[in-house]
């Protein structure tokens, strides 16, 4: 037999199969959806039951579990029979077909034949035109008609029933919903209350004689007060728990010196909260403390180990600290008494019980220095000792002129001989000679000290007067200045006593010499009048003593 399956009889018998796809997939939906609602109407409605049950009168762990476990059980299953299995055993095309039928008698098997015959590659001119056929009755069929939505609707409504009864449930509640969910599911066994503890804020480590603090943030019905419950070791302890005046929600309680590790409970009104641990833990504590002081570079000093009761310090220098704790540290710091801020420290990451630091020492302020140390854990030391210091400062130099006088004459050509005295503790850097000519400008002429710094200078000056060019009657006015090398903290300068050249005439200056030689002759008149009265009288002693009896 001939075949007569042309381009339109496999149009046709695609869009056959078009829609036995769209009508599979709307009942596939509609049958899931149904289960999905149910299930969810089931778990919903037995534990919002269950939940108002639970707020009324706390029912028992056995009573929850009578609810909870069915319900569950339940929606379990459901959702196995109703979504699952249908979507594993996914109706084919002739089941499919086969249903549209017996919703549909007018295609009299067509549609199944149609289905069936059309799978075959030859086909017939019958063949083609009973696809025609069917073709043509489907597409005026409404094949949404065959799937029922009547238990969907159902569900979705006894959905909407149980969701408005858990949303009366919520509001009626506030904020215990989560906790009587919690116990339907058997997850705790804590009560509902009106007044919810809603966060405790407290270290969970502290360390041994510090003070624990706690804040519980509270809601619903707020008490005037509550308890804390504490249990350290085999004793119970009690302690009052108080509200914070500026936020009635905020509440306070202090546990003094807490010495071992315990576990308390929050008591508000009919609230009780879960138990929260704190650990206390040992404070690392300090062993010893190693000083060397490092001197500044002008000082030429080594570096010098300083007990920690003898902290005598120069300024400028350097502290340097090494710390050995009683245990691993993780951070350090030294807290500078006077100067009020922190010196870190840092840790030695071979040994983990030392760190390291060091402290300038300033030219004052500094009284002293405690030290603070941290563990892994975030607990500090309780080291309370001031190690004390004693800042003593780069005493400046001092310098003297030895010759001449503060006044002397001096002719214009004379050259003035000029002798000093300079001295420091650690070193004379620079010495000058300032000086003003009729108080005019004032200038200044450095000493060559051939880069050296003795700790004690004699020089001699010779200055040549002539080079200024001065008349009779001229002043020169001049003082010396020390400078040390005190780069830190200095330098520390000196000046010494002014003192005035008057220039003077030959004549006025040998005169001035005659005047000094007369009074050396005048003074050494009365020395030798002062001997001859000294031997008379001595004779005279000597000679009494031997005539007596």
Not at 161 to 173: F, N, R, S
Not at 375 to 391: F, K, L, N, Q
Request: charged content about 25%.
């Amino acid at each position: 037999m001939p075949t007569h399956a042309g381009p339109a009889t496999r149009r046709e018998l695609r869009q056959l199969h078009f829609r036995l796809a769209a009508t599979r997939a709307r009942l596939l939906l509609t049958q899931t959806g149904t289960g999905l609602v149910t299930a969810a109407s089931l778990a919903i409605g037995v534990f919002t039951g269950e939940m108002t049950l639970d707020w009324l009168v706390h029912l028992p762990w056995l009573a929850r579990a009578c609810f909870s476990l069915p319900a569950l059980g339940g929606a379990g299953w459901i959702l196995y029979r109703e979504v699952l299995l249908p979507l594993l055993r996914m109706p084919n095309d002739h089941a499919v077909a086969c249903a549209i039928e017996r919703a549909m008698p007018v295609f009299q098997t067509r549609l199944i034949a149609s289905i069936q015959l059309g799978r075959t590659k030859k086909k017939s001119a019958l063949v083609a035109a009973l696809i025609r056929e069917t073709a043509a009755l489907a597409a005026g069929a409404d094949f949404r008609n065959i799937v029922g939505t009547g238990k969907l609707v159902r569900g979705l409504r006894l959905l909407a029933c149980a969701l408005v009864a858990a949303g009366a449930l919520a509001w009626w509640a506030h904020g215990n919903v989560t906790l009587l969910l919690e116990r339907a599911l058997l997850l705790t066994a804590r009560l509902p209350s009106r007044t919810q503890i809603e966060k405790i804020d407290c270290p969970a480590k502290i360390a041994a004689g510090e003070d624990l603090k706690i804040d519980v943030q509270a809601g619903g019905v707020l008490p005037e007060g509550g308890v804390i419950e504490a249990q350290a070791g085999s004793r119970s302890s009690e302690y009052k728990l108080e509200r914070d005046p500026a936020n009635r929600a905020l509440f306070h309680a202090v546990i003094k010196s807490v010495q071992e590790s315990l576990s308390f409970t929050v008591r508000l009104n009919d609230a009780t909260s879960d138990p929260v641990d704190v650990r206390v833990l040992a404070p690392p504590a300090v062993l010893g403390v190693r000083c060397v002081e490092v001197f500044p570079a002008y000082t030429k000093l080594p570096p010098m180990t300083r007990p920690t009761g003898d902290l005598t310090l120069l300024a400028g220098s350097v502290l340097r600290l090494t710390v050995s704790a009683s245990g691993p540290v993780k951070e350090g710091s030294a807290h500078l008494a006077g100067l009020e801020r922190e010196a870190a420290l840092s840790v030695d990451p071979a040994n983990r019980r030392a760190a390291h630091g060091e402290i300038q020492i300033p030219k004052e302020g500094l009284t002293g220095f405690s030290l603070r140390l941290v563990d892994d854990d975030g607990i500090a030391s309780r080291e309370t000792a001031v190690y004390r210091i004693d800042i003593v400062p780069d005493r400046p130099p001092t310098i003297k002129v030895t010759h001449p006088g503060k006044e002397e004459l001096a002719t214009a050509a004379a050259t003035e001989v000029i002798a000093f005295r300079a001295e420091d503790d650690f070193g004379v850097a620079a010495v000058l000679i300032h000086y003003m000519v009729n108080h005019a400008a004032e200038k200044t002429i450095e000493f060559d000290l051939a880069g050296q710094s003795p700790r004690e200078l004699d020089r001699r000056f010779e200055w040549k007067l002539g080079s200024l060019k001065l008349a009779p009657g001229g002043t020169i006015d001049y003082w010396m200045e020390a400078v040390d090398g005190n780069d830190v903290t200095g330098p520390g300068r000196a000046v010494s006593e002014a003192a005035q050249i008057k220039i003077v005439t030959d004549e006025e200056k040998r005169a001035e010499l005659a005047g000094r030689m007369n009074d050396a002759l005048g003074s050494l008149d009365e020395m030798s009048q002062s001997e001859d009265s000294l031997a008379k009288e001595l004779g005279t002693r000597i000679f009494q003593k031997t005539n007596q009896p």
